[in-house]
T-cell receptor
Framework: EAAVTQSPRNKVAVTGGKVTLSCNQT?????MYWYRQDTGHGLRLIHY???????EKGDIPDGYKASRPSQENFSLILELATPSQTSVYFC?????????????FGPGTRLTVL | QQKVQQSPESLIVPEGGMASLNCTSS?????YFWWYRQHSGKSPKMLM?????GEKEEGRFTVHLNKASLHTSLHIRDSQPSDSALYLC??????????FGDGTVLTVKP
């Protein structure tokens, strides 16, 4: 089964601070994704990547940057964290499109910005 | 921007009962629908996918799709307490990106 890991699993940050969330996948998937999930809601796409060196804006990219230095690693960066960015962040990986586009999710990172 | 609407927001069914969840996309370019299940405190896991008109059955789970109305539904028969979870529907326009709805919280009462 697909293996996606995230670090840290929990993070408390201060307003205005810089936060980096990391994601690693061992399945050699081309596509990787960052979502946030607020209490009782679905997943909203922040940034995604089709391969090493590429990043694309998702539906809610404001206040976030992404970096894909290798096939395995995808980072989400909050340069100036704000309390509105308190959420649970999920990384996912997948390959291909269409009928083969199943995404495999990491365990999530709970971020609290005070 | 594609929008995916799910209903109901929450649903309570007795153990052994039938649960029916609905999902509609506003984007006519959607070619695929995915259903994910997320237990409390866990990450989402793919449950079923469908991209052809009609019905697909896997064990106690059945998915229907009407492509003309961009409506899909998930039916769980003989519901078990372990089925209690957030059920997320996602539309896929064949770009590798999924747009998720807000989900339906299913509670199965013993």
């Amino acid at each position: 089964e697909a293996a996606v890991t995230q670090s840290p699993r929990n993070k408390v940050a201060v307003t205005g601070g810089k936060v980096t969330l990391s994601c690693n996948q061992t399945n050699n998937h081309n596509n990787m994704y960052w979502y946030r999930q607020d209490t009782g809601h679905g997943l909203r796409l922040i940034h995604y990547s089709y391969g090493a060196g590429s990043t694309e804006k998702g539906d809610i990219p404001d206040g976030y940057k992404a970096s894909r230095p290798s096939q395995e690693n995808f980072s989400l960066i909050l340069e100036l964290a704000t309390p509105s960015q308190t959420s649970v962040y999920f990384c996912a990986s997948g390959d291909a499109r269409g009928a083969l586009a199943e995404q495999f999710f990491g365990p999530g990172t709970r971020l609290t910005v005070l | 921007q594609q929008k995916v609407q799910q209903s109901p927001e929450s649903l309570i069914v007795p153990e052994g009962g039938m649960a029916s969840l609905n999902c509609t996309s506003s984007d006519r370019n959607v070619d695929y629908f995915w259903w994910y299940r997320q237990h409390s405190g866990k990450s989402p896991k793919m449950l079923m996918s469908i991209f052809s008109n009609g019905e697909k059955e896997e064990g106690r789970f059945t998915v229907h799709l009407n492509k003309a109305s961009l409506h899909t539904s998930l039916h769980i028969r003989d519901s078990q307490p372990s089925d209690s979870a957030l059920y997320l529907c996602a539309g896929d326009t064949n770009t590798g990106k999924l747009t998720f709805g807000d989900g339906t919280v299913l509670t199965v009462k013993p």
